[in-house]
Structures are given as C-alpha cells and as structure tokens.
C-alpha cells in the first residue's frame, strides 16, 4: 500500500481510476455467514436457491459492499478519512465465480459545512461484474483537509 498525500485542492471532479478484480469464491460466502451471523438461505441453501428466480446462491450485499470497496484501499491518505456512505444499492445479484472489480470517480467536492479546514469529496463507486453488469452503487463520502490549514 502506497501513501499519496492530496489535499482537497487537488482532486479534479470527474477523475476516475479503476480497482483490480477479485473472484468471489464459496469460501467468501461461508467465512462473511461466520462473521455476520446471516446465514439466510438466499446466500447459504443451494437447494432453496433453485426454486427462486435467481437460480443459485447470491452473495451478502454486505460482503459485496466489503470487497467491492475494500479494492479500493490501495492508498493511504494522511489528508482524507471516510465520513460515510450514501445511495447504497445492489441492482444484479454476485454468485460464486463472478470477478468483480470497483470503478471509482471523483463526482462532487464542497467546503464542509461543520468542519473548518476541511472539504468534502464525494466519490462515486460502481462495483462490476466480469460482464460488465453494475453489481453494486454507493457514494463515498471523503473529509479531506484543505491546504493550509492547522
């Protein structure tokens, strides 16, 4: 993991950058079920599964919302921390197998309202598939310092 340190000022509305793939794999499923304690059929009773309309296991949105977004923590910014999340969404189900990948761009950066000093930095995140079929949506919300302040 590198460190990029970037002021508020420096972030440029509509740049993009795009995350390295990961196959999601049944072990994904049982380990984040351990974890969360969610064991709903939906993502754990193949058997079930077959009588639904989407015909196979379907991963958790939370463990799509972890790794989709845990691929973008390649870089460290001393500046920046996470203030939130908004606009969560899971428009195509993730099945064991699927690649995925994050597809991030930077779409909105404002003065903090309540922070001085401080700037939000809004980056729109749209986890995909191997077919390219957004798999999940969400904005992630950055407080990022702004240059020259204590």
């Known amino acids: 993991m590198q460190e990029l340190t970037r002021f508020f000022e420096s972030f440029e509305i509509g740049e993009t950058r795009r995350t390295l793939a990961r196959t999601i794999t049944e072990t994904d499923f049982v380990v984040h079920a351990g974890h969360s304690g969610d064991f709903f059929p939906h993502h754990m ?3 079930f599964c077959k009588t639904q309309p989407f015909g196979a296991r379907i991963a958790h949105g939370t463990m799509t919302f972890a790794i989709g977004i845990g691929l973008t923590a390649t870089v460290i910014n001393p500046h920046a921390m996470t203030y939130g999340y908004e606009r969560l969404r899971f428009p195509t189900p993730v099945y064991i197998g699927d690649t995925i990948h994050t597809e991030i761009e ?29 798999v999940l949506y969400c904005e992630h919300i950055l407080l990022v310092k702004k240059q020259g302040s204590a």
Do not use: L, S
């Open 45 to 47: 009773d193949e058997e």
């Open 106 to 134: 930077i779409t909105r950066a404002e003065t903090d309202p309540k922070r001085e000093g401080f700037g939000q930095v809004v980056e729109t995140c749209r986890v995909k598939n191997q077919k390219d079929e957004t």
